[in-house]
């Protein structure tokens, strides 16, 4: 087990994350969330960087504050606001990161930001957003970690440069199945691609962790009008929203309803709409 979070509980004046999750060595986990759903502060804490008020946290198995310098090494994160200082070029970075991490790939790392156009002579302060967020993920990625947590890495970037980083995450899980990532993004579609289960997090409570494979194949959004409704089995109905026609309804059973209600309308799931319901609608 890469990550073991149980009943952490972390509280401000506002507002608690109380939350538990898991990540399995050899996959990759998603944890989606709207801002301030405690995303951040999920990660924060599983790395050691915030206290917290009840709850236990294994990383790689200790405690975080028992891990040794050799295993922190072996793990690599990007966090929103955190970075290199602007006033640095990219041909700084390097000597820095190869007196941290004795495994830093200094070739792979500079193929790297060649492939994703990052100069190495302009100032970081200089770079765009987009810029900035691809070197965090390089940076975490080049060491050789057995454990990637990356919060929001790919925030900034177009289309083209998120596949970029999607695909670079792939490879490095294919280079050892012992490898594990935690990942948060807020464009789902990134994660429905790259995540073996995924994680929903809203206003500090995990509301469905499911088996990303499960959730697109099985899940189902039915759309019935206050008729059907009245009439459905609702065994199977996670969440309900009222919309002007009736009523969505999220179940994690799709091919059921199928078979039953040959009258409904009932579209496949996706992660997008799973979001929405299990945060926006009344939860059965």
């Not at 506002?14 to 801002?35: A, R, Y």
């Not at 900034?156 to 050892?176: F, H, K, P, S």
């Not at 309803?257 to 040959?262: A, F, L, Q, R, V």
């Not at 799931?269 to 319901?277: A, F, K, Q, R, V």
Request: with cysteine; aromatic share 8%; net charge negative.
């Amino acid at each position: 087990m890469m990550l073991e979070i149980n009943g952490l509980v972390k509280k401000y004046k506002d507002f608690t994350l109380n939350c538990s999750m898991k990540v399995e060595q050899g996959c990759i986990t998603g944890l989606v969330g709207e801002n301030g759903a405690g995303k951040s502060t999920t990660f924060k804490a599983a790395l050691g960087l915030i206290s917290y008020d009840d709850g236990n946290i294994r990383l790689m198995g200790k405690a975080p504050s028992e891990l040794t310098e050799s295993e922190k090494q072996k793990i690599g994160v990007t966090l929103a606001e955190s970075g290199f200082s602007g006033y640095l070029k990219v041909k700084d970075i390097i000597p820095v990161m190869a007196a941290m991490y004795p495994d830093f790939n200094r070739e792979r790392f500079m193929s790297l930001c060649h492939k994703f156009s990052i100069p190495q002579d302009k100032y970081i302060k200089e770079f765009s957003t987009g810029m900035k967020a691809k070197l965090k993920v390089l940076a975490a990625i080049t060491h050789n970690a057995d454990f990637l947590l990356l919060d929001e890495p790919t925030t900034g970037l177009d289309v083209m440069a998120r596949e970029g980083i999607l695909n670079l995450l792939r490879e490095y899980m294919e280079e050892d199945e012992n490898r594990s990532i935690l990942i948060s993004s807020h464009i789902s579609t990134d994660l429905e691609g790259l995540c073996d289960d995924i994680y929903i997090i809203h206003e500090g409570k995990i509301v469905l962790h499911e088996d990303m494979d499960n959730l697109l194949n099985e899940y189902g959004l039915i759309k019935a009008d206050d008729s059907q409704y009245t009439k459905l089995d609702k065994e199977y109905i996670l969440s309900v929203r009222r919309t002007p026609y009736g009523y969505d309804c999220l179940t994690d059973q799709g091919r059921f309803y199928k078979e039953n209600y040959p009258d409904l309308v009932v579209e496949n799931g996706s992660l997008d709409e799973t979001i929405t319901m299990m945060t926006g609608g009344k939860r059965l």
